[in-house]
C-alpha cells in the first residue's frame, strides 16, 4: 500500500484536518539508519510530525524540524517539504528501552523530557523563520500540538505513531493533525476532542486496514469531511557526489591534500541517508584544483 497524506476540511471549513499513512518511509528511514525500537518511534514519530506540518507549507517550501532532548537518542533532525519529501536523522539509533506503564514503545525515554524543540522554514526568501518551543513531553505528538499553539497560534491536536515488530521492522506509521480555525462552534471542538479520546492509535488503525480518509472520518465524523488534496509522501534525500564535493572544497587545501598523500582517497557518508560516496585520488586533485581557483578568485 502506497503512503500519502490527505488534506480535508470539515465542519464548513472552521475544522482543517490531515491524515497521513507514512508506513513505507519510516519503514525506509529505519533500514537506512539501522534504528532500534525506541530510536525508530522518536525518528519516526518527528518524520511524521514534519510531513503533517510541511502539507501546510506551498510545493517548493522547506522545513527543517529539530528536537534535542536530554535523552539517550540525542538530537533528532528532520527535513520536509510542501511536496510530501523528508528525511531524517537520530543521533544514535540504537536505543531500545523497555516498554512502558502502558506497553508501548518507550519514547519518552528516548528522547529526554527537557530540551528544545525547535521548526525551521524556507519559504524561498531571503530570510528563514523559526519558532522554537520547549519540550514539554518527548512523546513527540504532544511537542508539535504545544508548538502549534504556542508558535503558531493555531490550536491543533496531533497524533503519531508508529508501531515497530520485535524484528525491529516497521509495521505501521502514521499520524494526523486536526486544526481549529477561527469561528469554530464549542459544540463541534468538544464533539472532536471526545472522539480524540475514544479512537485507537493511528497506527493500530492503519494495521487494521484503515486509510487516511477512513481514519478521519472515524475522528470528526464522516458526513461533514470534505477531501481537498491526496498527496503522495516518501523518504527522499537531495545529496550527491557533486554536494559532497562543494563540502571538501571549502574544507580548505590542507585537508585535501592529507586527504590525497595520506589516504590516497576519501569517502563522505550522508547523516540523513546513509549513502556513501567514494573519491578517487584524481576526484581529489580536481577538487583541489577547483579550491586553487576559489582561494585566486578571492
Ligand atoms: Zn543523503
Redesign the pocket.
Known sequence: MEDYLVKALCYEGSIRAYAIRATNTISEAQKRHDTWSSSTAALGRTMVGALLLGATLKGEDKMTVKVQGNGPAGSIIVDSDGSGNT?GYIKNPHVSLTLNENGKIDVKGAVGTEGIFTVIKDLGLKETFSGQTPIISGEIGEDFTYFMAVSEQTPSAVGLSVLVDPDESVKAAGGFMIQVMPGADEETIDFIEKRLTEVPMVSKLLEEGNSPESILELLLGEKEIEILEKMPVQFK???SKEKFGTAIIAVGLDEINAMIEEDHGAEAV?Q????KYQYSEADLIALRDEAIKNTKEI
Open positions: 528525511k534525500c537531495t545529496c550522508c540523513f541517508c546513509g549513502n
